[in-house]
């Protein structure tokens, strides 16, 4: 064996170098265990001593609004979620909509708007946190509650929200997809996350179906793990909280203003003997339905009752901070079957459009009290006005059904609803042809309707049937070997209660006492919005030429289409849609489906144009109105002997200011009422 001696020098460096390794360790391991311990830090938990939440191990309340990715394009997330984190919120509240991601089994869809991984993503940058809503049912005032329609259709005497196999099997596949999703969005994985509901509003349904709420909690407890922080929510009434009172969740309350905050965190603890007090849902305003005036919710009620909530320690979230927009068919309807609107402005202190409203001024001044706010307030966005602008008429629609890409028509004996047709929503086309000799007048009854008819012989307008007015006959004329057509609108599934809905005819039609058969079935969803974009360039009509064929007069139902460019110097800001003069349709604007309008039923008049839906100069625009019931240019005396210089113009206009609480007929039937133009005998 050979010894090599280093020279002095060399034993120096190598000692260095060894030290310098051994420091590197000592301060890796450092590190090392200073990252354990800040990950061990990173909990989100309950005090049952203290009554609290502990965030990172110190006491925490949160101040929370409603913001639903869904109702809200997804560009304008951010501005959102800082205006409300201006008014002091730390964190933010959402719903997730099954029906949306999932529209028919098997087919997942969370991209653009429904985005739920960069909605988490934008919350965590913008420094809010999250209560996660994730169903299966939520209401929300959407159709079905948020439920798929084909839930109907896969089992057609399902039972909803119960431990039903077949709905279950459903359930869980769709948590099986959602949930893998959201896990590292938990707080304890570095997300937003910190609370998860069970179901929703359970108790006030009264089906007390406890091994369902059981399996949702533990398929929640599977995916996310057993330590995350589950919570349910009802109004605060015992016969609520009894219904779905299971282990481990925390019990929350929804409620308004004007509500005894004190009694009503009583009722919690009749069912929770410790922990934080929550409420899930503090009414900021409330919702709206056609033909009924809007609901105004006092501020200073609102105000008051937030500051009793806040001066409880207790953590509160408002419903809704920012309400947004039902784009497309996603509205619902309550159980007397009362449709909602498009609009789902919700009187919230963060408007319709983004902006902050006196609402939002005075909330904050409560909130102020008990925490700092980050900065100043935001301010209102500019706003755009174009036209007014002249619309042609482009085709009936009838004569469109070729050009829409509609399915394939169906026939059968006896009618069928929107779920046997795998339908979610839109327009079905009933026809048949009567067979036999009717009476002179003859009763056409249509009992199942769901939910406005439209009544059509030989493909001339007769009149409309209506679930929500209930008039579901009405007497006409009609010959042996005439045919009769019947066109469906589904306005939107209940919500709430017995959210069983089907669409279409989902009982048979009688005329007189015979029971009509063999139906031709059209469906049309109208959800290829692309085709509706398309439909000036494959039939157009001008009003001159229109007049020379009355078989091309501009009919309704029927298509009215009109392009515009904005000026050179105008940026894609935000405006409304105002109808006035319009009856009742849906409206598309290049190619995306902005809602229903229904001027004469109110309250609701204009319809939210988000800016990033807009074509800069020097692009086209192209709005395409799809009127069901009277277009501004039908008010000559006779259709057919209008002159072209007396036909009235088709026009419509964007402005800047929203009409969300226009006339209704119950209100102007009141107004008539109290100026005494009305007596009683």
């Known amino acids: 064996m050979m010894i090599h001696i280093l020279p002095l020098r060399l034993h120096k460096i190598v000692f260095i170098m060894i030290g310098l390794t051994l420091v590197k360790l000592i301060l890796l391991c450092f590190g090392l265990l200073t990252a354990v311990k800040a990950t061990t830090l990173r909990a989100f938990t309950v005090d049952n001593q203290r009554n609290v939440f502990l965030k990172d191990g110190q006491p925490f309340r949160y101040i929370s609004g409603s913001l639903h990715y869904f109702r809200v394009p997804n560009m304008y997330w951010k501005d959102r979620m800082i205006k409300m984190k201006a008014a002091g919120l730390n964190s933010l509240q959402t719903y997730v909509e099954w029906s949306s991601h999932e529209p028919e089994p098997g087919m997942y869809n969370f991209s653009g708007d429904l985005d739920l991984v960069k909605f988490l993503k934008t919350a965590q940058e913008v420094g809010l946190l999250v209560i996660f809503r994730p169903g299966p049912y939520i209401c929300a005032e959407r159709d079905m509650g948020g439920l798929p329609y084909w839930l109907m259709r896969e089992k057609m005497d399902i039972k909803l929200r119960t431990n039903d196999p077949t709905y279950m099997k459903f359930v869980k596949k769709w948590f099986s997809i959602l949930l893998p999703i959201i896990n590292p969005f938990l707080y304890k994985n570095g997300g937003p996350i910190i609370t998860v509901q069970v179901e929703n509003e359970y108790g006030q349904v009264g089906i007390c179906d406890f091994e369902y709420m059981n399996s949702l909690r533990d398929v929640l407890y599977d995916f996310l793990g057993t330590d995350v922080i589950l919570f349910k929510t009802d109004i605060p009434q ?53 033909g009924e005036p809007q609901t105004n919710v006092s501020t200073q009620m609102i105000c008051d009752s ?78 755009l006005s174009i036209g007014p602008l002249t619309l042609n008429w482009i085709s009936s629609l009838f004569d469109s059904i070729p050009y829409l890409k509609a399915p394939d028509v169906v026939y059968s004996k006896y009618p069928k609803t929107f779920e046997e047709l795998s339908q979610a929503s839109g327009f079905m086309v009933y026809l048949t042809v009567i067979r036999f000799i009717t009476t002179d007048l003859v009763v056409l009854s249509v009992p199942g309707l769901h939910d406005r008819g439209y009544i059509f012989v030989e493909n001339k307008f007769i009149g409309v049937l209506s679930r929500s007015q209930k008039i579901y006959s009405l007497p006409l004329q009609i010959k042996q070997n005439q045919l009769l057509t019947i066109l469906v609108e589904n306005q939107g599934r209940i919500n709430s209660g017995n959210i069983r809905d089907p669409k279409g005819l989902v009982s048979n039609v009688t005329l007189g006492s015979t029971v009509l058969t063999n139906w031709l079935i059209q469906p049309l969803p109208l959800n290829n919005t692309d085709a509706i974009h398309s439909l000036h360039l494959s039939e157009s009509y001008d009003q001159k030429n229109a007049l020379s064929y009355s078989a091309s007069w501009p009919q309704v139902p029927g298509f009215f289409s009109v392009n515009f460019t904005l000026p050179k110097s105008v940026k894609a800001v935000d405006t409304f849609l105002d109808p006035t003069g319009w009856h009742k349709g849906v409206a598309f604007l290049n190619g995306f489906n902005l809602g229903r309008y229904w001027p004469v039923m109110g309250p609701q008049v204009t319809l939210y144009v988000p800016g990033s839906l807009l074509q800069l100069y020097p692009n086209n625009n192209t709005l395409t109105m799809l009127e069901l019931e009277h277009a501004p240019c039908f008010s000559c005396d006779s259709m057919y002997k209008c002159s072209l210089s007396s036909l009235p113009s088709c026009s419509i206009k964007f402005v800047k200011i929203p009409i969300l609480n226009g006339p209704t007929p119950y209100l102007l039937w009141n107004e008539k009422l109290y100026k005494g133009q009305y007596e009683y005998h």
């Open 238 to 290: 015992v016969g609520a909280y009894k219904c779905d009172n299971i282990d481990g969740v925390l019990v929350t309350a929804d409620f308004g203003s004007g509500t005894n905050v004190k009694k009503a965190f009583e009722t919690i603890r009749l069912f929770r003997k410790s922990g934080p007090l929550v409420v899930t849902e503090y009414y900021s305003g409330w919702i709206d339905h056609w």
């Open 306 to 383: 937030l500051d009793n909530i806040l001066s409880a320690n207790a953590s509160v979230n408002f419903y809704m901070f920012h309400g947004g927009t039902n784009f497309g068919f996603k509205n619902g309807a309550n159980m007397k079957y009362a449709p909602q609107p498009t609009s789902y402005d919700y009187t919230a202190p963060i408007s319709e459009a983004g902006d902050p409203t006196p609402r939002y001024t005075s909330i904050t001044k409560i909130i102020s009290k008990y925490v700092p706010l980050p900065g100043p307030s935001p301010k209102p966005a500019p706003k």
